[in-house]
C-alpha cells in the first residue's frame, strides 16, 4: 500500500470511494458488452432487494475505468485484461489496492453475413483480413469480393481485446469502421453481405459465427471451450472496484456471484464462471 500523508486522510479517502452513490444506490459503468448482462442482474436484484437503486451505463471499459478513477462511479464493467497503469491509477487515487472480480466468462465471435459461403477461418487468417494484408474474400477462400470490415471503437474493451489476441498489438486496417456497439456492428454485417465483425458471444443475431480453425479442428465458444480456453478468444468479464466491496455494492457482488446471479449469465448469452 502507498503510504499517504496522514492515517487520517487515507481514512477519508477510503470512506469517499465507498460511499461515491450515496446510501441505498450502486453506479456500474463501462463495457457496452456487458450492459444487457448487467441490467439482467440489477432487475432482478432489485426485486430481491428494492430499497437498493443501480444505475447501469454502457460506453466502453475505458470509459468505465476513467470513470472510477474519478470517483463517478462505483463499479466499473470490463470486458478485457485491466492495465497495471490503470490499477495504480486507483491506487494512488484511493490509498488502497484495486479489486478486479471476474463475474462471468465470454467468447469473443466472429461473424459473417448468413450469404458468405465461410464458416471457420484461422486466427492467422482473421488477423490477416482485420490487418488489412488481405483485401479480398478470395483470398481466404470465399467469394470474389472485398472484404468489408467492421470494428468497435478504440475505448471499447473488445476492440482492444482482439487487437491484443488477434492483430498482436497493431493497428486495424485503416478501411474497418469503428461502430458504437456491439449491437451496431452485428446490424452492419447483418445487412452487408461482404461484411465481417466481430462483438461478445451474446451478439449474434441476424449473421453467422465463425468457428476457429487450429490445426484439424474447428473451435466454437462453448462453456466447455471457454471455461478449459480451448476456444483461442476467451475472456473474462470482470468488474472492477477502487477498494474492498463494502455496503450495497458488497450485497450485489455477493448476489452476483452467487448461483442465482450466475444462473442469469447463460440466459444473456454469457457463459458462468462455474
Known amino acids: 500500500m ?27 459503468k463501462g463495457s457496452d458488452t456487458m450492459v444487457g448482462l448487467c441490467q439482467r442482474w440489477a432487475q432482478a436484484f432489485r426485486a430481491q432487494h428494492p430499497g437498493v437503486r443501480l444505475q447501469i451505463t ?8 476513467a470513470a472510477l478513477v474519478e470517483g463517478a462511479t462505483d463499479v466499473a464493467m470490463v470486458s478485457r485484461p485491466v492495465a497495471p497503469s490503470e490499477l495504480e491509477a486507483l491506487r494512488r487515487r484511493t490509498g ?45 477462400g470465399g467469394p470474389e469480393a472485398r472484404i468489408i470490415l467492421y470494428t468497435r471503437e478504440a475505448t ?7 487487437r491484443d489476441h488477434l492483430l498482436d498489438g497493431d493497428d486495424f486496417s485503416p478501411m474497418a469502421q469503428p461502430l458504437p456497439g456491439t449491437g451496431a ?19 449474434t443475431k441476424g449473421v453467422v459465427p465463425l468457428r476457429i480453425r487450429l490445426g484439424d479442428d474447428e473451435v466454437s465458444p462453448t462453456p466447455e471451450t471457454i471455461r478449459s480456453g480451448r476456444y483461442p478468444f476467451s475472456r473474462a468479464l470482470t468488474f472492477v472496484l ?9 450485497l450485489f457482488l455477493d448476489w452476483v ?3 442465482q446471479g450466475q444462473a442469469h449469465v447463460g440466459a444473456a448469452g454469457f457463459f458462468p464462471l462455474r
Open 96 to 140: 488502497v489496492a484495486p479489486v478486479v472480480v471476474e463475474v462471468a466468462l465470454d467468447g469473443v465471435t466472429f461473424f459473417v453475413h448468413p450469404s458468405n459461403p465461410l464458416r471457420a477461418l484461422t486466427p492467422a487468417q482473421l488477423g490477416a483480413a482485420f490487418g488489412g494484408r488481405v483485401a479480398r474474400w478470395s483470398e481466404l
Open 156 to 162: 471499447s474493451g473488445t476492440f482492444e481485446f482482439v
Open 58 to 65: 454502457g460506453g466502453g471499459s475505458g470509459t468505465g475505468l
Open 242 to 250: 477502487a477498494g474492498p466491496a463494502r455496503g450495497e455494492t458488497k
Open 2 to 28: 502507498r503510504r499517504l500523508g496522514s492515517t487520517r486522510l487515507g481514512l477519508l479517502l477510503v470512506l469517499s470511494w465507498a460511499t461515491a452513490a450515496g446510501a441505498g444506490s450502486i453506479t456500474v
Open 185 to 203: 456492428v452485428v446490424s452492419a454485417v447483418s445487412r452487408e453481405r461482404h461484411g465481417v465483425g466481430f462483438g461478445g458471444a451474446a451478439f
Open 257 to 259: 456471484l452467487s448461483g
